[in-house]
C-alpha cells in the first residue's frame, strides 16, 4: 500500500474524458510492475504508441512502469476501482480479483508456443465474463514465453527440489505447485526479487527468460533450469467503468489497438528469446534441459494443484480452455 498515495497524487491531475474521438483530448493511464527491457515493458509503451497514433491524438496516454504505483496487486486494485485505465500484466496476480482466472495457473497446459497462443485466442471468449463480473474487461492475451527455474544448484532430478527456497508471485497455485515438487516456496514482490536472492533469503525463482536477463539475475543465479511448467501470459487490461462510459467508436478503437499489440508482442518474445539465452551464456549460466522422466514426475506430483484448480474454477471452464488445446495441437 506504499505506492497508493503516490497513485493517487497522479492519477488526480488525470483526466479521464468520456466524449467521442473528436472531442478535446481524452487522457488516459497504463501501468506495469516489469522493467522497460521484457516484452511486458515494451507492450505497454506499445499500447501508449497504438492508442495515441489510431486515435490520431485524441487519446493521451501516460506510461507508468517499473512498479512507479505500485505492484501487480495494487494497480489491479486501482484499475478495479477505476483509478486506473490500463495494466500491463501477467495472469497470476489477477486471481485475487477474478478467482476463476486461476484456470491460467494449470501446469504443463500447453505442448509448445503455437498451440499455446491458438487455444488461447480461442478461449480468450470464454474468461472475459469472468473478468467482466470484476470490473475489469479482458483485452487480449499475449505472452512472452514459457517461465522456467533459476537457482544457485543444479536441478535434474525431483528430490532436487527440496529444500529450495524460491521466490514466487502472490499466487496461491504456484504456492501449491512447487511445494507439491518439494520446494520452499515463498511469495515476494517483484521489486525485492533481486536483493532476497542476493542476500539468501531464497535461492531461486521462476520467471521466463526475458524477466532473467532483464533484471540481471544471472548475477546471482547460476543455473536456469527449463521447467517450462507455466505459459507466461501477459495480459492488457482495462478498467471496465472507464470503457462502459466510452462511445461504441472509441472502444472499438481500443480492442483494435490491444489486439495490435498482443500480435506484436508475440513477434517481439519470439525474436528475443535465442538473444537471452545467449546473454546468460555469455555470464556463465548453465542451462539445464530436463528430460520426458523427470517432466513426466513434475506432471504427476502436480496432479493435486490441478484438482484444486478444477474445483475452483469449475470443471466446464477447464474443459473449454483443455478443448481449446486440443483443438489447436490439431
Sequence with gaps: ?????????????????????????????????????????????????????????????????????????????????????????????????????????????????????????????????????????????????????????????????????????????????????????????FSELYLALQQGTVTGQENPYEVIVATKLYEVQKYVVDTNHLFHYITIIMSKSIYDKLPAADQKLIRDAAREVIVWGREQADKRHADRVSILKKHNVKIIELNEKMLGEMQAKSKPVYDNITKAVGGDLVKKLQDAVKESAK
Aim: with cysteine.
Design 1 to 189: 500500500m506504499k505506492k497508493l498515495t503516490t497513485l493517487t497524487a497522479v492519477l488526480c491531475i488525470m483526466l479521464f474524458a468520456t466524449a467521442a474521438l473528436a472531442a478535446p483530448k481524452q487522457e488516459f493511464a497504463v501501468a506495469n510492475d516489469s522493467t522497460d527491457d521484457t516484452v511486458t515493458g515494451l507492450m505497454t509503451l506499445k499500447l501508449k504508441e497504438v492508442l495515441e497514433a489510431k486515435s490520431k491524438g485524441a487519446m493521451k496516454v501516460n506510461a507508468f512502469t517499473n512498479s512507479q504505483l505500485g505492484s501487480d496487486r495494487e494497480i489491479t486494485q486501482s484499475l478495479q476501482n477505476g483509478e486506473l485505465a490500463f495494466v500491463v500484466q501477467t495472469t497470476a496476480p489477477q486471481t485475487n480479483f477474478v478467482p476463476k482466472a486461476a484456470v491460467f495457473d494449470l501446469p504443463n497446459l500447453f505442448p509448445n508456443k503455437k498451440v499455446a497462443r491458438k487455444a488461447l485466442d480461442k478461449f480468450q471468449k470464454d474468461i472475459e465474463p469472468e473478468y467482466a463480473k470484476a470490473g475489469i474487461i479482458m483485452l487480449g492475451l499475449g505472452d512472452q514465453g514459457f517461465r522456467v527455474l533459476s537457482s544457485n544448484k543444479p536441478i535434474t532430478k525431483i528430490d532436487d527440489f527440496k529444500g529450495l527456497k524460491l521466490r514466487t508471485m502472490e499466487n496461491k497455485y504456484h504456492v501449491q505447485y512447487w511445494q507439491a515438487l518439494g520446494a520452499n516456496p515463498t511469495p515476494l514482490p
